[in-house]
């Protein structure tokens, strides 16, 4: 019998986590717990991490896990390095639900960088408006340049004070539409778009208002992960599960 673990935490993993239950299938949810008020789902919730891939393969044999669905954030790098591990290492089918990239057009003004060092070191030295959407797990590093003006997007807000002298905080959950980016980047002034290649279409509408505004646009790539199945919808994971169910995996 199946019985999914959604390593979750994202619009697609609740997209997945109702599809699922629709269907009467097994599973459970799983997020790190970063964000106080995650997006309603229906199906078996826990919050936390696992102690790393050791832990992961544990709850997967003591939960009796049949296949692991990696839904996480793209630049969720570690925990989809440990589900890569743990999958292996207990011998558990394992698939990435995961976004396409957003792909640069002729009009995009994108200053490409592998890290958020690059993105730190790409920010001009004159002081300038900058809209910070990288969440709030990696804002410290840009304090090695005070001088900006930051303006950052939150699903919650900050229950600390944050790293940075000058930032005003939005607190805000997407999609976004292209309106409301446009509306944002005017009514504050952003001259440059400090964003992760997340992709998909929730948080496209920065990098489509910044193109119509000719904004330079510091785009992050993604971190480098393990090779592992991967699809894009919600109907691919379906048919994954349904196969193997079929053939008694």
């Avoid at 790190?32 to 919730?45: D, E, Q, V």
């Avoid at 891939?53 to 990696?70: M, Q, Y």
Wanted: with cysteine; aromatic share 6%; proline share 7%.
């Amino acid at each position: 019998m199946t019985r999914a673990l959604i390593l979750g935490g994202t619009g697609d993993a609740n997209r997945l986590a109702d599809a699922l239950s629709r269907a009467r299938i097994d599973a459970i949810y799983s997020y790190a717990g970063r964000t106080k008020i995650p997006l309603p789902h229906t199906l078996p919730t826990r919050i936390g991490g696992f102690g790393g891939a050791a832990g992961l393969a544990d709850f997967i044999r003591t939960e009796a896990i049949t296949h692991v669905i990696d839904a996480t954030h793209p630049f969720a790098a570690e925990m989809s390095r440990h589900a890569v591990e743990a999958c292996a290492a207990t011998v558990t089918p394992l698939l990435a639900l995961e976004r396409a990239p957003w792909m640069r057009t002729a009009e995009d003004r994108w200053i490409e960088v592998a890290d958020i060092a690059g993105a730190v070191a790409a920010l001009p030295d004159a002081p300038s408006r900058v809209f910070l959407a990288i969440g709030r797990q990696h804002l410290a590093p840009f304090a090695a340049k005070p001088q900006h003006a930051y303006t950052l997007r939150l699903v919650d807000a900050p229950g600390a004070a944050l790293p940075l002298p000058n930032a005003d905080v939005v607190v805000s959950r997407g999609p976004f539409t292209l309106e409301d980016d446009r509306i944002l980047m005017q009514t504050r002034g952003i001259k440059w778009l400090v964003a992760r290649n997340a992709g998909g279409d929730g948080a496209r509408a920065k990098i489509d208002a910044a193109r119509e505004f000719g904004l330079p646009v510091i785009m992050i790539a993604r971190p480098e992960l393990p090779e592992r199945p991967r699809v894009e919808r919600v109907g691919d994971v379906l048919a994954w599960l349904a196969h193997d169910a079929r053939l008694g995996a």
